[in-house]
């Protein structure tokens, strides 16, 4: 059993972690989408835990400007390799 999972008990947790980053965080109830928006930026998930990795990928790759993809990194290819089908 693991210690620790994405389940809706955590979700809080992952909410106050992205404040404390200095997001803006806000819930479009009709969407059913979490936003956490900083730096001109503003990132959208489906769920509180969704939304601290994706603020995470932000927060690593630093991006200034909106290019496309500005998100993605291609090597190594982890997914491949953990789950080669």
Same mark, same amino acid.
């Given at each position: 059993m693991p210690d620790l999972s994405s389940y809706p008990n955590v979700y809080n947790t992952c909410l106050v972690l992205i404040e404390r980053?200095? !997001?803006k965080l806000s819930y479009d109830r009709v969407a059913d989408a979490w936003y956490a928006a900083k730096d001109g930026f503003t990132l959208r998930?489906?769920?509180p835990s969704e939304l601290l990795g994706i603020v995470t990928i !932000?927060?690593?790759l630093k991006p200034n400007?909106?290019?496309e993809y500005?998100?993605?990194i291609d090597e190594p290819n982890l997914l491949s390799q953990l789950d080669p089908e």
């Open positions: 980053r200095g !997001f998930a489906d769920n !932000f927060e690593e400007t909106h290019d500005w998100w993605k």
